[in-house]
Nanobody, 123 residues
Framework: QVQLVESGGGLAQAGDSLRLSCAAS????????MGWFRQAPGKEREFVAV????????YYADSVKGRFTISRDNAKNTVYLQMRSLKPEDTAVYYC????????????????WGQGTQVTVSS
């Protein structure tokens, strides 16, 4: 089992920055890739970004490319999502998740999920 705990969400204004963290514990493995997803009210869960624990390769959704940066700290077993130039449409609950296949954008393929952290961006 892998446990994932997100933090760092909150309220922001358009144009602001926020950094989300995802701390992994349990049977973590360098063979996993870690992804960020988001889900707005009434919408399906949407892929945001994914990173490989080993090597650090990254892949982004077009909607966040150039504004969001995913990174990891292997020593801390933590993955980050730096969000810049936030827009109201970025408002959602953000989830981190672990998967054994990279790059993977389908949420159904992810094995473990955190509880989510709310990000609200006002205009």
């Amino acid at each position: 089992q892998v446990q994932l705990v997100e933090s760092g969400g909150g309220l922001a204004q358009a144009g602001d920055s926020l950094r989300l963290s995802c701390a992994a514990s349990g049977r973590t493995s360098s063979s996993y890739a870690m992804g960020w997803f988001r889900q707005a009210p009434g919408k399906e869960r949407e892929f945001v970004a994914v990173i490989k624990w080993t090597g650090g390769s990254t892949y982004y959704a077009d909607s966040v490319k150039g504004r969001f940066t995913i990174s990891r700290d292997n020593a801390k077993n933590t993955v980050y999502l730096q969000m810049r130039s936030l827009k109201p449409e970025d408002t959602a609950v953000y989830y981190c998740a672990a998967v054994r296949v990279y790059p993977e954008v389908r949420p159904t393929r992810y094995d473990y999920w955190g509880q989510g952290t709310q990000v609200t961006v006002s205009s």
